[in-house]
């Protein structure tokens, strides 16, 4: 089916704009309104996110096998009933928190957790959450990210901080671990980001989360779900908020 | 630690390991244009040794939108490839290597078709669809590298999206 009448350019531009999460601010509000007045306007944004999600299906990124699995399994004669390996696995994970699993990538896991606390107001370009002095961005203003709730936990005796947030449907975690930096996962890949050296990888866990690990003020941030393009995952975490995100 | 001379200070030179890590990118973009995977391995495998054969200094963060430039010259003196495309576009289940293997199905089959599709736009339209989608290019790099507007490129990026959902939605 083709759109009832050719758009302008202008028309065009905009909604590409839109699909893409290029825009913030009023230029996002006029853009949204602008939609929403063209017949069929959400639908024709959606068909373009379809295409560009199609055409970025290829990008690889590293891949860090989930290593309680395959480490336990080694641990075990391979004739024993299913049922009884998952049993004795549920115990070893019980026995030893975490499992085999770096603080990085149980930190990464809290994504798939519930939010136990209403989100921290915003102040400015943060929010009113911080660890050990290293507070959480605010992203609604900028990108489009909102925060939607948070939690506390303990991962391998470290206190941390998860503040969730949501765009368009997708979620993400921020983690800040307390205490001096972690490891970088083995495989992870680095690149440098306006300053900031950010590691990332993808878990196959959890039906494929992207992950980003960097330092803020010798702290270790995570962030971590599911994302169209790896580069706003590299966005957000370099991100500085006009100096007030110290990284 | 031991500084290129050569180098101005925000760019760096193209080594063989970084360009490794931009084949896979450029060898979809490439079979986009060309529309066989052989001769898209045999353009991005002959773009590479271009690149390499003198040193090269790129700005950081545009090693990308370089090779595409890079790509599309070398495309341009294969002209034969490109026409031989329009008169043997291939079929969607013979491009299951395109797609990342961890994608769920409906994505994968959503990319074959989107690829296929690509076979019937425009050159303008497929340059720019390629250079964003496939290669991950900036609307302002995309414009750079194809010499136009950005207003341009947006306009035939969304342009080119709706011809290529248009083939998606009628399969």
């Not at chain 1, 096998?65 to 395959?70: F, G, H, I, K, R």
């Amino acid at each position: 089916m083709t759109e009832p009448r050719r758009l302008s350019k202008r028309d065009q531009a905009q909604l590409v704009q839109l699909a893409d999460g290029m825009l913030t601010g009023p230029a996002r509000t006029r853009a949204e309104a602008r939609m929403r007045a063209l017949p069929d306007g959400e639908r024709l944004v959606e068909r373009q996110r379809r295409v560009a999600r199609a055409l970025g299906a290829g990008e690889p990124r590293p891949t860090i096998a989930p290593a309680p699995a395959s480490r336990a399994r080694e641990l075990f004669p391979r004739l024993l009933p299913a049922g009884a390996i998952a049993a004795m696995l549920v115990l070893l994970v019980l026995l030893m928190p975490g499992g085999e699993r770096s603080t990085v990538e149980q930190a990464a896991d809290l994504a798939q957790q519930s939010a136990t606390r209403p989100a921290p107001a915003a102040s400015g370009a943060v929010l009113r959450a911080e660890v050990e002095g290293v507070r959480f961005p605010e992203w609604g203003a900028e990108f489009g990210w909102h925060e939607t709730g948070m939690r506390n936990d303990v991962l391998d005796g470290r206190r941390t901080t998860t503040v969730f947030y949501e765009h368009t449907g997708h979620r993400l975690a921020y983690t800040i671990v307390s205490g001096p930096a972690l490891e970088r996962p083995d495989g992870a890949r680095v690149v440098r980001r306006d300053g900031l050296e950010i590691a990332f990888y993808r878990d196959p866990g959890h039906g494929g989360h992207d992950v980003a690990v960097f330092e803020r003020n010798g702290r270790t941030c995570v962030i971590a779900g599911h994302v169209r393009k790896l580069d706003t995952l590299l966005k957000l975490a370099a991100w500085k908020g006009g100096g007030s995100v110290r990284s | 630690m031991a500084q290129d001379e050569r180098a101005p200070v925000d760019r760096h030179r193209l080594e063989p390991s970084s360009l490794a890590t931009h084949r896979p990118r450029l060898l979809r973009a490439a079979f986009a244009m060309c529309g066989s995977r052989e001769d898209a391995e045999d353009l991005v495998q002959e773009t590479f040794e271009r690149v390499l054969r003198r040193p090269r200094f790129v700005q950081r963060d545009r090693d990308a939108a370089y090779l595409m430039r890079a790509l599309r010259h070398t495309v341009a003196e294969h002209a034969g490839m490109a026409a031989r495309r329009r008169t043997a576009p291939v079929p969607p289940d013979e491009l299951d290597w395109i797609t990342d293997e961890r994608v769920g199905p409906e994505l994968a089959m959503d990319a074959q078709l989107a690829y296929a599709a690509m076979a019937g736009l425009s050159e303008p339209l497929r340059a720019t669809i390629v250079a964003v989608d496939v290669v991950g290019l900036t609307y302002k790099e995309a414009a750079r590298s194809l010499r136009t507007r950005t207003g341009t490129i947006m306009s035939r990026l969304y342009r080119a999206r709706q011809q290529v959902a248009e083939a998606l939605e009628a399969t």
